[in-house]
């Protein structure tokens, strides 16, 4: 990243006493303080609190004890962990990786030979899905895809069948609330991209005699890749901690049916009361995280050095 | 490409005018049909929600209403049910951004001034901690709160929202910082200023827009999260309309949507009007600009 070039003129040129140094970095103490205590101290008391019985109520809540790693032993026995974690790929995969990240491109394209009034109109709708606070969309997307919503009087009105999707197809139905929740963060991150390719590369492309899709194929989309791979990345990460769509819309059923991680997690510490169990499952949701994070700041690292 | 070829080539381009014109704008209108249509998909969900809150008799579906009324805005304009939690929800939110406008300008100012072994490693921490997924770690921290006996507090409730936003309002911050020229802080440095004078005097007055920039982008999300005061705030006089919204309609969901359109529509309108001044003040592609591209 460009910021972390070393500055050219910078003060520190002229030489300082150790102590000064030291002062100077002083204001970063509140910050690191409160990462510390907030960011830091939760992850490293998740991992320690999954090796205690640690629950909601009664006389585990107020002094734990140490169980090792039963409750590892416990997760992995467990028939809903490996169905959580495919649910959670399929959800990520589905929604994140293939429909936020592939129609966020295809609409920033045709953004680009669009009329201003209806880049404008479109633009807003798609950015108002995302600014919403995320309850309100929960609730809209909740009665959009609800037995008698506004899903199945379309299709009532084209006389196809109208299922329950929230009962039926509950995963069907979070993705493509997802999608329509989620697709304008990549849509901007690649109108932004779009903006950065040089009108000369693909001009000469086009005297070349390349077509539209070769040019978005072979010349634009490789200029872009570090772009691709950020958005990937990031959007990969929001969509693995969502909670607040699926609560809404199906709480992780019909009978764990639509569970992901975090609706696991919270579902063993709150409505089982389990805090030390429902912490094992969050560990698993933040050792994901850290490497995927590890991988993004390694990417950044290596894209500009 | 050398600049001297570029003129002849956007020349021989124009020359034959007719047909490209016309093949382009053939392509321009398949282009505004793909993107209304996709634009009506996005649109849909939201139709029923501006419809359902003019409507008393509403439910799943999206129709007309029989009689346009305001009937449901006024059922739910209540001290209880509208306006402590929008009330609480503003407290939360300011707080929020307060709390992290301050901590992120002392952080950036050195990160953005000196140059220090300390400063690569910790703006790669910074990155990596924007990665953390919050839901993740909310189950632990219900259990921190627990053992330090800060759950239903509104004051830790701020600092911890305030912290997972943190690490995003510090690189945005720097960024904006960077962009200020440094000569000018030198010339009060020789007139014998202190740097943290010098940074109250001459280099916030000049990001005043970033500033901006990140109390909305942190007031925006704090009003908008559900889960962190779902899960820290227990009692109900404490709970932000977020919260509010979901038990107070979980339990009468099923006989009034029309109220709870109406409730989230006055709940959304301060983000939507927030967003719009963002957009407005800084680039068209805002936060990103900041919080991505580095």
């Excluded at chain 1, 990240?101 to 899905?129: D, E, K, Q, Y």
């Excluded at chain 1, 499952?281 to 990417?299: H, K, P, Q, T, W």
């Excluded at chain 2, 559900?226 to 705030?233: E, H, S």
């Excluded at chain 2, 009468?252 to 003040?281: D, E, N, R, T």
Aim: proline content about 6%.
């Amino acid at each position: 990243m460009t910021v972390l070039r070393p500055r050219a003129a910078s003060p520190t040129l002229r030489t300082q006493p150790r102590v000064r140094r030291w002062v100077r970095l002083l204001p970063v103490g509140p910050a690191v303080v409160l990462l510390l205590v907030f960011l830091a101290g939760p992850v490293l008391w998740a991992f320690h609190a999954s090796f205690t019985n640690a629950a909601l109520t009664g006389r585990n809540a107020r002094s734990p004890g140490w169980v090792g790693l039963e409750n590892y032993g416990r997760l992995l026995a467990d028939p809903v962990l490996p169905l959580s974690l495919a649910l959670t790929v399929l959800f990520v995969g589905g929604s994140a990786i293939l429909g936020q990240n592939i129609l966020g491109l295809v609409i920033a394209v045709l953004m680009r030979r669009a009329r201003r009034g209806v880049l404008a109109l479109v633009g807003t709708a798609v950015v108002a899905a995302w600014v919403l606070p995320e309850i309100v969309a929960a609730f809209a997307a909740y009665a959009y895809f609800s037995r008698d919503g506004t899903l199945n009087q379309l299709l009532g009105g084209i006389g196809l069948g109208q299922p329950d999707w929230l009962y039926s197809f509950p995963m069907v139905a979070l993705m493509l609330a997802n999608i329509w929740r989620g697709t304008a963060f990549s849509m901007l991150v690649y109108r932004a991209a779009l903006n950065d390719v040089p009108a000369e590369v693909t001009e000469a492309a086009l005297m070349d005699g390349a077509s539209g899709w070769q040019r978005l194929a072979f010349i634009t989309l490789p200029m872009i890749r570090g772009s691709i791979a950020t958005n990937l990345m990031l959007i990969t990460l929001q969509t693995l901690a969502v909670f607040t769509l699926i609560w809404v819309m199906t709480a992780g059923g019909p009978s764990n049916a639509s569970t992901t991680l975090p609706v696991l997690a919270y579902q063993e510490a709150f409505k089982f009361g389990d805090i030390g169990y429902g912490t094992a499952v969050a560990s698993v949701l933040i050792l994901i995280g850290l490497v995927f994070g590890a991988a993004y700041v390694r990417l950044l690292r290596d894209t500009k050095p | 490409m050398t600049a001297a070829a570029r003129p002849s080539l956007r020349t021989q381009g124009q020359a034959p005018a007719g047909p490209t014109s016309r093949a382009q704008r053939r392509a321009k209108t398949a282009a505004d049909v793909a993107l209304l249509l996709i634009g009506a998909c996005f649109v849909l969900p939201l139709l029923w929600l501006v419809l359902a809150s003019l409507d008393t008799g509403a439910g799943h579906q999206t129709q007309l209403p029989h009689e346009v009324s305001l009937d449901n805005f006024a059922a739910v304009m209540t001290p209880g049910l509208l306006f402590r939690p929008l009330w609480n929800s503003m407290v939360l939110s300011a707080g929020t951004a307060a709390v992290n406008l301050v901590a992120a300008v002392l952080a950036a100012y050195p990160l953005s001034r000196y140059q220090s072994r300390f400063n690569r490693p910790f703006l790669y921490t910074i990155l990596f901690a924007t990665c953390l997924p919050i839901t993740a770690i909310m189950v632990p921290v219900y259990g921190m709160f627990v053992q330090l006996k800060l759950l239903d507090s509104v004051p830790a409730t701020i600092f911890f929202m305030a912290t997972t936003t943190l690490p995003m309002a510090i690189w945005m911050m720097k960024n904006f910082m960077d962009a200020v020229p440094v000569s000018l802080e030198e010339a009060a440095w020789v007139d014998g200023a202190s740097s943290l004078s010098a940074l109250w005097a001459i280099v916030l007055p000049l990001m005043r827009q970033g500033l901006g920039v990140v109390f909305i982008f942190v007031f925006i999300q704090a009003w908008g999260n559900f889960f962190v005061p779902f899960v820290l705030l227990l009692s109900e006089e404490r709970q932000p309309a977020a919260v509010s919204i979901f038990s107070f309609f979980g339990q009468h969901g099923a006989v009034a949507y029309g109220q709870l359109a109406a409730f989230s529509i006055l709940y959304s309108v301060p983000v939507l009007a927030l967003y719009v001044i963002l957009a407005k003040g800084a680039s068209s592609s805002f936060a990103l600009s900041g919080a991505v591209k580095g």
